[in-house]
């Protein structure tokens, strides 16, 4: 999470000088913690981070960023058909590129912590269901430290971002689906459309400049933004749902070192 708060400062440093700029160093520091990550791997475990593999990085981030961008879109199109929009107007391109690189490094950093990290220490010790929920509780209270945080929307938080990008790390082995869909959904909310991620200030960020009416909190999130809001709940945890499903169907589910040990332990 240090990455993040400095790769976030550094990049909108350089916003003020180049947003093109801004988006190649965005691009440089998810490379960079990537290689961390593979380094730390082998040093730590003696073993190839096989889920960060380059042979499966382009299929998985591109079927990520369609879900990502997808699930998003239809979120914020569904808040606006309800009558969420209070205002939507033209904004800047440059402030797009800035984001992009924003929020590829943030992806990049947090997948790489919660999935590659938290999700599959906790799967090895406890297993499946145990980690799907306890990273992903992980993950929402991450996000109490945003200018605007609710419970509420970390709770949302948990269960719409935290278990659908666990499925997704479940049913492929691999964080490039999980990383894309991240990628994806925070670069269309904030890069696109302008909206507030997950509490934290917006600003001018994207193409659009959409204002919310952030009084119809069920509707539109608040202030927390969209990912607080009923629809985005409901369109983001039935793929979750669905993942899910495959996954056990595909043998994907482990029990655990820990949790076998106490299944075979004597009565």
């Not at 990455?3 to 000088?17: C, Q």
């Not at 981030?61 to 914020?76: C, D, N, S, V």
């Not at 929020?103 to 950093?109: E, I, K, P």
């Not at 459309?193 to 994207?206: I, K, L, Q, T």
Request: proline share 3%; glycine share 12%; charged share 10%.
């Amino acid at each position: 999470m240090l990455l993040v708060l400095v790769a976030s400062r550094g990049i909108n440093g350089l916003a003020s000088v180049n947003p093109l700029i801004a988006l190649v160093a965005g691009a440089l520091t998810s490379a960079a913690a990537i290689a961390a990550y593979v380094w730390l791997t082998r040093r730590v475990e003696g073993r190839e981070a096989d889920e960060v593999s380059l042979r499966n990085m382009w299929p998985g981030l591109f079927r990520g960023i369609l879900l990502g961008a997808g699930l998003f879109t239809a979120t914020i199109l569904l808040i606006g058909m309800f009558g969420g929009w209070a205002s939507v107007s033209w904004h800047s391109f440059g402030a797009f590129l800035v984001t992009l690189g924003l929020m590829a490094s943030v992806a990049v950093s947090e997948e790489l912590l919660f999935r590659g990290v938290v999700y599959r220490i906790l799967e090895e010790r406890a297993g499946t269901v145990i980690a799907v929920l306890a990273s992903s509780l992980f993950f929402g209270a991450m996000h109490l430290v945003n200018e605007h945080a609710t419970p509420w929307g970390a709770v949302a938080i948990a269960l719409e971002g935290g278990t659908l990008t666990a499925a997704c790390f479940l049913l492929t082995r691999s964080l490039w689906l999980p990383i894309g869909l991240h990628f994806a959904w925070n670069a269309t909310q904030s890069g696109v459309f302008g909206a507030p991620v997950s509490g934290a200030e917006s600003g001018d960020s994207g193409l659009l400049h959409l204002a919310l009416h952030t009084s119809k909190t069920a509707l539109t999130g608040g202030t927390f933004g969209p990912e607080a809001s009923l629809i985005a709940m409901l369109v983001c945890t039935v793929p979750a749902i669905l993942l899910l499903r495959r996954a056990h169907r595909a043998g994907r589910f482990r029990t655990g070192t820990l949790t076998g040990r106490l299944r075979a332990r004597p009565e």
